[in-house]
């Protein structure tokens, strides 16, 4: 059922609750080591997709295959598939009355190969906040030791779910260090985001969801033609601002540079960014949060 | 390649069990809810009712027993009755579902954080009960081992009862509203605030289908002398039918616990 290396492979997944057909066919194959995002609006089919993945959730038909093991899987093969990934969910917020340390050592004991607690604990830099209670974190350090515990028991792949809500914009640098580094050591990482910046930054490939179908899967810089798309120049000219869209914006300022004596004032070049070409895929109409 | 033998399910519950008295421990409103208050019953009801029941045995001491197969049901059922939805709001129980941690070993825990939540109970009544209210402990052994297996079967079953009634409560805040109701009424059902015999038959037949009632009966088999089993609904203490019908109890809580247990609230 699975194709060779690839980590999570998928074909025909449906879904419906009730009437509404929450993922109507999809087809996805992510790789050993990569960093896959998932992008769509809620509603989208996107977390359900996920959920069937983690084995959450059961599917309607299609095949699926994570770590050469259906997600439908119980009892003690079900133990073991599990205690190959690590997951991230959205929202967690328990077990206040537990230092960090604490809870991070007690999740190590689930596992076959957990990682070294005070290393785990270092590399989502909660290292000074270790003996303090939970209930005394932050909204963003305790997102971090939502991490702490998806990366503790050294999973092969680890689905992380909007993880940097929260962050202030220096701990999301960090965070996506993080995760690079365990991309790096050979974990595949599933990440669905809202932050569109943040896939950009960490994914190698991107997938974009809308009305439970994969409208297209590649990589950021590509997506939608991003590549290619039209170019915006704008500049200060001496009636007021302006900007004009070009396939040809070198062509368009060497014009330019003719009709100014020194530097074109207030020069900018801008590319679709990605948030740009995703707003356009999914229809714009539908929120994109 | 890695092993993938994972820790068994008895050991991963231990370890949670030590987690969750650590919790218990430091949550001081159910710390002191839990354990102060059937000392605060017991303190309450032994200076109102000050009379003797019958030839030395005083309301106390009928009450002290009530009040110990009482704890039983508040620690392991209502407590886990409450407690359970709570953990599924806030997205703790999801977050187990999607380690290796088997549903065996949380439950495992919840034994036994009950148990040893009532083992302190039953310590803090009886040092109470003995100081203030001139309780007498049993002197036999027989009646030591009638006492120990009704705190353990009676910690399980509760416990079993506890978690196969966390599927009813909708919410984590409107569990105490479901779940406390059921557990005074059987209080007063089942003989913990009155004397048993004193109750009307009817309320008396609807409570021996519970096993809050078994259990006080039990406790009265504990600490009541020989003599006063002649007062008793059946005129003997029952033992044997009492150890049966909490077992069939525990075993009932810990099928449906199995069957319908619930990680997270359906949307």
């Known amino acids: 059922m699975s194709d060779s290396g690839n980590v999570i492979s998928v074909r025909g997944l449906k879904k419906s609750y009730g009437s509404t057909q929450a993922v109507a066919g999809i087809d996805l194959s992510i790789a050993q080591g990569e960093i896959f995002a998932l992008l769509g609006p809620n509603g989208a089919g996107k977390t359900t997709t996920v959920e069937i993945l983690e084995g959450f959730r059961t599917r309607d038909s299609g095949d699926v295959s994570v770590l050469e093991t259906d997600p439908a899987i119980k009892g003690a093969a079900g133990r073991i598939w599990r205690n190959r990934i690590g997951i991230v969910l959205q929202s967690t917020s328990d077990a206040g009355d537990l230092s960090v340390q604490e809870t991070v050592a007690h999740f190590a004991k689930y596992y076959a190969n957990p990682r070294s607690v005070d290393e785990v604990i270092e590399s989502v830099g909660l290292t000074e906040k270790s003996t303090e209670l939970i209930r005394t974190l932050s909204g963003g350090q305790r997102r971090r030791l939502d991490v702490a515990l998806g990366i503790i028991g050294s999973p092969e792949l680890l689905f992380l779910d909007e993880p940097t809500t929260g962050f202030d914009p220096e701990a999301r640098r960090a965070f996506w260090a993080l995760i690079k580094s365990l991309r790096d050591s050979g974990t595949t990482i599933v990440l669905t985001t809202h932050y569109l910046d943040e896939a950009e930054a960490l994914a190698d490939r991107v997938a974009v969801i809308n009305h439970g179908q994969i409208v297209e899967v590649s990589t950021p810089a590509l997506l939608g033609g991003r590549a290619t798309s039209l170019a915006t120049v704008s500049w200060l000219s001496e009636s007021g601002p302006k900007s004009e869209r070009t396939d040809n914006p070198t062509a368009l300022i060497r014009k330019l540079t003719e009709s100014y004596s020194g530097e074109i004032p207030e020069l900018t070049v801008k590319r679709a960014s990605l948030e740009d070409i995703y707003l356009e895929m999914i229809g714009g109409a539908d929120e994109a949060e | ?267």
Do not use: C, H
Request: avoid cysteine; charge should be positive.
């Open chain 2, 1 to 267: 390649m890695k092993q993938n033998k994972v820790p068994s399910a008895l050991t991963i519950g231990i370890a949670r069990g030590g987690l969750e008295i650590k919790q218990f421990l430091r949550q001081r409103e159910s710390v002191v809810f839990t354990l102060a208050f059937p000392i605060m019953l017991l303190g309450i009801f032994g200076s109102v009712f000050t009379n003797e029941l019958t030839d030395g045995v005083t309301f106390s001491q009928y009450f002290v027993a009530g009040m110990i197969a009482s704890g039983l049901v508040n620690t392991g059922f209502q407590q886990l009755a409450i407690m359970i939805p709570v953990e599924r709001d806030f997205g703790t129980l999801k977050r187990l579902r999607g380690t290796p941690m088997p549903a065996a070993s949380y439950f495992i825990g919840k034994v036994i954080v009950v148990f040893a939540t009532m083992v302190i109970q039953v310590l803090l009544l009886l040092i109470a009960g003995i100081i203030f209210f001139g309780v007498n402990l049993p002197t036999s052994p027989a009646k030591w081992l009638t006492f120990t297996w009704l705190i353990l079967l009676g910690s399980a079953a509760s416990t079993s009862l506890g978690i196969a009634f966390s599927v009813i409560p909708k919410s984590g805040r409107g569990a105490s509203a479901v779940v406390s109701p059921v557990v005074i009424v059987l209080q007063f059902f089942s003989g913990v605030f009155f004397v048993f015999t004193d109750l009307p038959a009817w309320m008396q037949q609807v409570a021996a289908i519970f096993p809050l009632k078994w259990m006080t009966q039990g406790m009265r088999s504990v600490f009541l002398p020989d003599s006063f089993a002649a007062r008793e609904v059946a005129g003997t203490w029952e033992t044997g039918r009492t150890f049966l019908i909490i077992l069939a109890w525990f075993i009932a809580g810990l099928f449906i616990s199995i069957r319908t247990f619930k990680w997270e609230q359906q949307k």
